[in-house]
């Protein structure tokens, strides 16, 4: 066998990383190759390399995630009440191998969405399946769901996500049908998933934001609240910022 037909084998075998490695290494003067344990070795951390960035790049797509930001990218200040530390115990998502909730309050325009895009594009990173909704989308998703009869289906589909953000929480009213998928969702997802979520109303305010009826809205608050982590960005927009 050449080595054209080893890198053509390779391939076929969906080993492109490990075919990539192994043209590159037959490219190199032959006083400078790896022995066969280090071309090995190599091969392999590359083949790792290629499916993680693949894995990567498709739970992103999937996502649909409202911004593509990184961690890097946040400001920490304490204007904004916000630390690296706190950055920093957000970045091994460990919130998410917990199964823990994650609430991130503050002002229109204060980095509250940016923030929680950047946790989702490191849990796409890290091999967590990841979806993105604001709530203005997602009761248009259980609207047309309820319509079309694959209601049932969604409500399944929001089970395998490792981590759902829900943006602009308090936003979007609810009629009793979304209260209901809502609260079926995250029955489904409790203690076996993570949610987060995004908005401008403190917590204090999410009861009359359900509203009635008041079983509903304790059920709700209570798969929520239970073992929660809480974020309240503060400082001026950032948009307004920006602009000036």
Not at 99 to 122: D, M, P, R
Not at 134 to 152: A, P
Not at 197 to 211: A, E, F, T
């Amino acid at each position: 066998m050449n080595n054209q037909e080893t890198v053509d084998q390779l391939n076929e075998l969906k080993l492109n990383g490990m075919a990539t490695a192994f043209e590159a290494m037959l490219n190199m003067p032959l006083q400078a190759r790896p022995t066969v344990e280090q071309a090995v070795a190599k091969m392999v951390e590359v083949e790792k390399d290629y499916r993680r960035n693949k894995r990567t790049a498709l739970f992103l797509k999937g996502s649909k995630l409202r911004y593509n930001a990184v961690l890097e990218e946040v400001l920490c200040s304490t204007s904004r009440n916000f630390t690296k530390d706190q950055l920093y115990a957000l970045a091994d998502c460990g919130f998410i191998r917990r199964n823990e909730n994650l609430f991130i309050q503050g002002k229109c325009g204060c980095g509250k969405s940016f923030l929680a895009c950047a946790i989702g594009h490191q849990a796409c990173f890290l091999g967590y399946r990841t979806m993105y909704y604001n709530m203005n989308r997602f009761v248009e998703k259980i609207m047309v769901s309820k319509l079309d009869g694959t209601l049932l289906k969604f409500i399944e589909s929001m089970g395998k996500y490792q981590l759902l953000i829900l943006d602009d929480f308090g936003l979007q009213p609810m009629d009793d049908n979304t209260r209901l998928t809502l609260l079926q969702i995250l029955e489904d997802r409790y203690d076996k998933a993570s949610t987060i979520v995004v908005s401008q109303l403190p917590i204090d305010q999410w009861y009359d934001y359900l509203g009635e009826p008041a079983t509903i809205a304790d059920a709700i608050m209570d798969r929520l609240v239970s073992n929660v982590n809480r974020i309240e960005l503060k400082g001026e927009s950032l948009r307004r910022k920006k602009g000036k």
